[in-house]
């Protein structure tokens, strides 16, 4: 049984993450679904169903700290179980993107950190350039040296490449993450 404590934040929450997901959390049926194929819902406080109820009902901000909102791997499993065509993967990134918006104060391990070292190697690179992805997290996490026993053989192997790929459409990258920024300031 879910037990929801309403909050103050509550009633706000659930149209903000409809809006930016672009979804209606009332059709959903409750069939769990989402959850059975979710690879991280094991693994997690809270199932995709659950998170997808707790809205419902009117959960709070405390949802924005919830550790499956930082484990999820943005698979779209969910989204494509789902009978009733919900975006179970796009209300994550909502929740994500709120918590961030928002400052949430516990956002789980160091996952905020890794996102932020991929978008930004991903701006500046025009795709991931994995090299350089790791050492920002690594540096963010104050733990460089860890696992670089590792680093070799992940060089022999194919698996990481010294020089950043210049496959990637820099251009066209960097246009998105200006416009992002762009509406971002508008308040969209
Ligand atoms: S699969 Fe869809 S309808 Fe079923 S619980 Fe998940 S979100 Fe709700
Ligand atoms: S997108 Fe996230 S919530 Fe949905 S199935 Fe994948 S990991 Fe689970």
Redesign the pocket.
Known sequence: MITIKKTKTGDALKPMVEKIAGVD?S?????????SGCPVAGLAKSR??EI??RLHLGAGNELLENDIVWMCVSCET?SA??????D?AA?MDALRKLAIAQGASKQEGNVPLFNKAFLKTVQIFGRTYELAMITAYKLGTGKLMNDTEKFPTMLKKGKISLMPSLSGDRKTVRRIFKKVKQNKGAGQ
């Not at 059709?27 to 959850?35: A, I, N």
């Not at 179980?81 to 919900?86: E, F, L, T, Y």
Request: charged share 15%.
């Open positions: 959390l059709v959903c049926l409750q069939c769990r679904k989402c959850s995709p169903s997808m109820r969910c179980r789902c009978p009733m065509g919900i179970v209300v």
